[in-house]
């Protein structure tokens, strides 16, 4: 089946964008470069400058279901706790769902995870 293969790599590819995008910031920025944003939310989204590279490693690592599903999981719970907390910092700074397509495209790619997460998880 070259479908687990195929959905592991959209995630990669997603999650290597991400990568590039937090390590960016956090070279121009310094270490917490996010400080307009509290603390904790600036913690969060430094620490995904290395969950996300974690996440592609493991999910390299996984050549079946059968080799681990921990990339997967992975994935899924940064997903999760990424959309949760940019939209968050959105609503309590008073900016436009509508006009953010960064948060908009992290909820069509979380979407995307939760509908094929199960895929990747099942055990044949």
Same mark, same amino acid.
């Given at each position: 089946?070259? $479908?687990?293969?195929?959905?592991?790599? #959209?995630?990669?590819? =997603?999650? /290597?964008?991400?990568?590039?995008?937090?390590?960016?910031?956090? $070279?121009?920025?310094?270490?917490? +470069?996010?400080?307009?944003? +509290?603390? $904790?939310?600036?913690? @969060?989204?430094?620490? *995904?400058?290395?969950?996300? +590279? !974690? =996440?592609?490693?493991? *999910?390299?690592? %996984?050549?079946? =279901?059968? =080799?681990? +599903?921990?990339? #997967? $999981? !992975?994935?899924?719970?940064?997903?999760?706790?990424? #959309?949760?907390?940019?939209?968050? @910092?959105?609503?309590?700074?008073?900016?436009?769902?509508?006009?953010?397509?960064?948060?908009? /495209? %992290?909820?069509?790619?979380?979407? @995307? #995870?939760?509908?094929? /997460?199960? !895929?990747?998880?099942?055990?044949?």
């Amino acid at each position: 089946m070259r $479908w687990p293969r195929v959905l592991r790599l #959209v995630y990669v590819l =997603a999650l /290597a964008g991400a990568t590039f995008n937090h390590s960016r910031e956090l $070279w121009q920025g310094g270490w917490l +470069p996010y400080d307009y944003a +509290p603390l $904790w939310t600036n913690i @969060f989204w430094t620490a *995904l400058t290395f969950l996300d +590279p !974690l =996440a592609i490693w493991l *999910l390299l690592r %996984q050549k079946s =279901a059968k =080799a681990g +599903p921990a990339g #997967v $999981w !992975l994935t899924l719970g940064i997903m999760l706790l990424d #959309v949760a907390v940019n939209l968050n @910092f959105g609503l309590q700074h008073g900016h436009s769902l509508s006009s953010s397509l960064a948060l908009l /495209a %992290q909820g069509i790619f979380l979407g @995307f #995870v939760l509908g094929s /997460a199960p !895929l990747l998880l099942r055990k044949d």
